[in-house]
């Protein structure tokens, strides 16, 4: 602590050293000779002014005075601030019903230079912000410079960028018919769906250069079905749907569009059907077995979706790999939704196959259906042999013994044969999904004609 104590005392004696030295002595000085500049014609003022602690205190004010105009000229050079303004807005002006402008920066950087405190009130004034006056400037390419309107002179800016080429056109203006698109449809209640959506319009009109209107391919009005706070089937409007043009690659086209919203009302349906639950067994079962039946959990369910797709289904199938099965057996099926079908009242379902051994059994069919053939074109078989056919049927005793002839139909497919005599294939339609059908003759020969 002493030595510390004597390091503070040394440093201050060397201070009170240096200011008697540069700063008291010579002012002292200075003092004492003006003094006797007027030593004669001034006696009182001499008196005081001879006095030591006098010339102490005048010397002392005038030192103050000096230290306060270096001080006050030192902080103006070293207390110089920068700061960035970054993205300001730029506003052009201009005849906004006749032009177009391309080229000008949305906003720009400004940099501020001086000292801080004139900064800070420089952000708190209000400013007309950054401008660029295009008034009087004709269609064409043009350099234009940038202005910052600033209350405090006191202050140097910069803009980057301080100049930019802008492009001005004339304004055009075309109509054209609205589209729609429907936004987050997936976020819908699946039971629900969109049938149909009626704007408050169907044409608008777009406005900008003519370029840019030739690249406009549709003007589509997005409803966004998220708006909907609690959908239910019925109607519905949203307000203030936003418009957006688009050019034939999907790309959005900056064109001004008037309005340039519109209002959309949504009919919204939940279209239902219940129909029957099909379990459609594929692969073959282990040598010598076959499937004696198959029970469901559940016999039919409901679907909702669109009504083109409810009204075309009939029943759902549910496939069961049954490949090498040759004992009883449960499977738990999750039900895969049809095209047009956006829900199943069930999400799954179970399967009871139950297995047994496998017979086999002929029956002859005596008549061949002729399938798709193409209108004005007759066809007939070559043969007696070729109007009938014998079926092998494999499958569960109890089944197979139960079913006739009658109940079995064989056809062949005509779809793209013309005149004259070919060899088709024989197929059966397979009635009974348990069961297995085989044609012990696989092609007949027909000839087809054209009518006259």
Known sequence: ???????????????????????????????????????????????????????????????????????????????????????????????????????????????????????????????????????????GNHKVKLDYSQRLKSLDYRLDPSEVTVTIYEKVSETRSLTVDILHQDDLDSKLYIDNVELDRANVIIKGAEYKLEQVATVRALVDVDELSNPKAGEVTIKDVPLVAYDSDGKAVDVEIVPSTVDAKLTITSPSKEIPVKV???????????????????????VYGEQAAIDDIEELEVEIDVKGL???????????????????????????????????????????????????????????????????????????????????????????????EHEVDVRVVKSNVLLTYTPRTKQVKVRITKDS
């Open 1 to 139: 602590m002493k030595k510390i104590s004597k390091v503070i005392k040394s440093i201050f004696r060397h201070i009170g050293s240096f200011f008697d030295k540069w700063l008291i002595t010579p002012l002292t000085k200075l003092m004492l000779k003006i003094a006797g500049i007027f030593k004669d014609n001034a006696k009182s003022i001499d008196r005081i002014a001879g006095k030591k602690s006098t010339l102490i205190v005048i010397s002392l004010l005038l030192a103050f005075g000096v230290f306060l105009l270096i001080d006050q000229e030192s902080s103006v050079m070293i207390d110089q601030y920068a700061e960035v303004l970054y993205d300001e807005p730029v506003t052009a002006v201009y005849n906004e019903e006749l032009y177009v402008v391309e080229g000008l920066p949305k906003t720009v950087d400004i940099t501020l230079i001086g000292q801080r405190r004139h900064i800070f009130l420089a952000k708190q004034s209000p400013s007309t912000g950054v401008t660029v006056d295009l008034t009087g400037l004709k269609p």
């Open 280 to 302: 459609v067994p594929t692969g073959d079962l282990a040598f010598g077995k076959a499937i004696e039946s198959i029970d469901t959990n559940v016999s039919s369910v409901t």
């Open 326 to 420: 040759d004992a009883d057996k449960k499977f738990n099926v999750t039900l895969k939704k049809p095209s047009g079908i956006t829900e199943i009242s069930e999400k799954t379902i179970t399967v009871d196959v139950n297995v047994g051994n496998s017979v086999t059994k002929e029956f002859t069919v005596n008549t061949i259906e002729f399938r798709n053939l193409a209108d004005g074109y007759s066809v007939q078989a070559l043969s007696e042999e070729d109007t009938r056919v014998t079926v092998v049927v494999s499958g569960s005793a109890d089944i197979v013994n139960n079913i006739d002839a009658s109940s079995i139909t064989a056809y062949v497919n005509l779809d793209g044969y013309s005149e004259g």
